[in-house]
């Protein structure tokens, strides 16, 4: 992706394509539109299906931006996972496998609809 603002489409439950901008590091521009399927979509960049573990995940994940008004680093997200959603067993590892990433908090608010968070690379 070049630094201008990208735009990828995007299927609604009912076959509706919709246009969604993505800045230059692949995250929404404006998170307020963010649906599970956008999720999905973001999701294939990584070759991830998302299932129902991953759906709680990110709307946790959404649950901290808009109590803390940022979005997570790495610690503080796993301890708000592990707070949220004990029955999960989260850990970084777990987050690396289910996500297929080492850059966890990065691409766990990507998929969340959510900015970078600071100091991610």
């Known amino acids: ?12 439950p009912n076959n509706i394509e919709i246009s969604v901008e993505l800045d230059q590091d692949g995250h929404l521009c404006d998170h307020t539109i963010w649906t ?4 999905q979509q973001l999701a294939d960049t990584l070759d991830v299906q ?9 709307q946790q994940v959404r649950a901290f931006f808009a109590k803390f008004n940022h979005a997570p ?13 004990p029955e999960h067993d989260i850990s970084n590892q777990k987050l690396q496998q289910l996500f297929k990433t080492g850059l966890v908090a ?15 690379l």
Do not use: Y
């Not at 992706?1 to 609604?12: C, G, I, Q, S």
């Not at 599970?36 to 999720?39: L, M």
């Not at 998302?50 to 990110?58: N, T």
């Open 50 to 58: 998302l299932e129902a573990e991953h759906l709680q995940i990110l």
């Open 1 to 12: 992706m070049n630094n201008n603002d990208a735009t990828t489409l995007a299927m609604t």
């Open 106 to 120: 990065r691409h766990v608010n990507r998929l969340s609809g959510l900015p970078k968070p600071p100091n991610c």
């Open 36 to 39: 599970p399927d956008i999720a």
């Open 73 to 85: 680093a790495t610690r503080p997200l796993i301890k708000w996972l592990q707070k949220t959603l």
